[in-house]
C-alpha cells in the first residue's frame, strides 16, 4: 500500500485528518495555502478554508475520498510545480542577517581617572574605522505608517488655545528612509450650547508614510583592567556592530527534492 503525497484540509473540527501517514518521516502542515477563491463563492468553510501539503496513510478509495481530502500529488514535477505556484502566490523568500558594519572604539587610562568625580580628564579614546561588508541578495525594505504630529486648538468663545504633540518617526541611524509622504486629518467637534458657551475643537493629525531598509545597530562593551606595580588601568572597548537584512530567491526545486525524497523513503 503505497503512502502518496496529498493535498488536504482540516476536520470540520479544526484537526488534523486521522488518514495521515502515521510514519515519523512523514510530514504534514506543510505549504499552507487558501482553498478558496477571491471573489467567488467559497468552496471550503472555515476551518477547512486553507490546504496543506501531508502524506497519507495509504492511496484514495475511487468509491470516494474522507473528510478534507482535496487530492493527490503524483510526481516530482507536479509536486514543485504546485510548490512553486504557492510560494509565487505567498511571496516566497529568504532572509539571511549579514554583518554588513563593525566599528570599534576603544578608551584607556588609569583607574583613577575612569572613577574621578568629577572627571579631570586622562583617558584617551581611539575609534578604528568601520569595515563593511556586503551580503547576498538585495537588501530587504520595510514599509511602515505613523501619527507624527497632533495639533489640538480649542475655542470656547473667549479665546482659543493651542497644543502640539510631536512623534517624529525613528529609524536606525543605519537605515535609510525613502518613499517618504504625509497627509493631513481634520476633525472638528462641538460641545455644549448657546446658552452656556459653545466649545469648538479642531483637531489636525498628520501621518507618515514611509519605507526603510532592515539595518539594525547594535552596540557591546567589554571592560578589562591591569595592575602594575601597583598602578591600575582599565580599558573598555566598545564595539558597534551594523546588521542587513537581505533578501533571497527561495529553492523551489530544493524543496520540492526535500519532500519527495520523504515520500519515497517511506515508500520503499
Avoid at 479544526?14 to 468552496?43: C, I, M, V, Y
Avoid at 478534507?68 to 510560494?87: E, F, P
Wanted: no cysteine; proline share 4%.
Amino acid at each position: 500500500m503505497s503512502q502518496p503525497v496529498i493535498k488536504y484540509t482540516l476536520t470540520k473540527q479544526g484537526r488534523q485528518p486521522e488518514w495521515l501517514s502515521s510514519d515519523s518521516r512523514a510530514f504534514k502542515g506543510e505549504h499552507s495555502t487558501p482553498a478558496n477563491k477571491a471573489g467567488k463563492l467559497p468552496r471550503f468553510g472555515a476551518p477547512q478554508d486553507t490546504i496543506y501539503l501531508g502524506i497519507g496513510a495509504g492511496d484514495p478509495d475511487s468509491d470516494g475520498t474522507p473528510d478534507g481530502y482535496v487530492g493527490t500529488i503524483a510526481s516530482k514535477a507536479d509536486l514543485q510545480t504546485y510548490i512553486t505556484d504557492v510560494g509565487t502566490a505567498a511571496d516566497y523568500h529568504l532572509v539571511t542577517a549579514t554583518v554588513t558594519g563593525v566599528q570599534t572604539s576603544v578608551t584607556t587610562g588609569l583607574s583613577t581617572a575612569w572613577y574621578a568625580n568629577p572627571y579631570s580628564g586622562g583617558l584617551s579614546t581611539t575609534t578604528s574605522s568601520k569595515h563593511t561588508a556586503t551580503g547576498v541578495g538585495t537588501v530587504m525594505v520595510l514599509t511602515g505608517s505613523q501619527v507624527i504630529k497632533v495639533v489640538t486648538e480649542v475655542n470656547n468663545g473667549s479665546g482659543i488655545t493651542t497644543s502640539t504633540v510631536d512623534t517624529p518617526v525613528v529609524v536606525d541611524p543605519a537605515s535609510t528612509k525613502s518613499n517618504v509622504s504625509t497627509s493631513v486629518g481634520v476633525v472638528t467637534t462641538t460641545s455644549g450650547d448657546a446658552e452656556v458657551g459653545v466649545t469648538t475643537t479642531v483637531t489636525t493629525t498628520t501621518t507618515e508614510s514611509y519605507s526603510y531598509t532592515d539595518v539594525t545597530t547594535t552596540t557591546s562593551t567589554s571592560k578589562s583592567e591591569t595592575t602594575t606595580d601597583g598602578v591600575t588601568t582599565r580599558t573598555d572597548t566598545v564595539t558597534t556592530t551594523e546588521t542587513t537584512n537581505y533578501r533571497t530567491s527561495y529553492d523551489y526545486a530544493a524543496e520540492a527534492t526535500r519532500l519527495w525524497d520523504i515520500h519515497q523513503a517511506i515508500n520503499s
